[in-house]
């Protein structure tokens, strides 16, 4: 699942050169319409965000289900060496998914505030102009 999310995430790590491709230079302010293409990075970027945080809060319920599922079965098989391990590594794994929630709300709070940042760059532009 890292994997997936590293790869889900490239849109919010490459985002300041999205937005240096975003904001047209002098030479071509007549030729790109930066609001389209800024209203369509940030459409980007909500749809990014909220399939990695769908996928993020999917495994985190299965693997609640399979740790709860694991106790319950513990409780009756308290010598059971296979099903600890088996309970361990799902928590562990449980504790790796929740952390990526915090991951992702770090990720995300960049990159929002990365556009908020060439929102406020092309209001000032066409304010000079």
Known sequence: IQELLRVMRT????????????????SFVGK????QTCKELYESLIDAH???????????SQTSAVVKTLKEERE????????????RKEQTKL??????????EVVN???WKVLSHLIVMMFCRNRQS
């Open 11 to 26: 849109i919010d790590d490459r985002i300041v050169h999205e937005l240096n491709t975003t904001i047209p230079t002098a």
């Open 32 to 35: 790109v319409d930066p609001g």
């Open 50 to 60: 909220t399939k990695r945080e769908r996928i993020i809060k999917n495994c985190i």
């Open 76 to 87: 009756k098989a308290h010598e059971d060496a296979a099903l600890l391990k088996q309970l």
């Open 95 to 104: 504790k790796l998914m929740q952390s990526e929630l915090n991951v992702e």
């Open 109 to 111: 709070d960049r990159s």
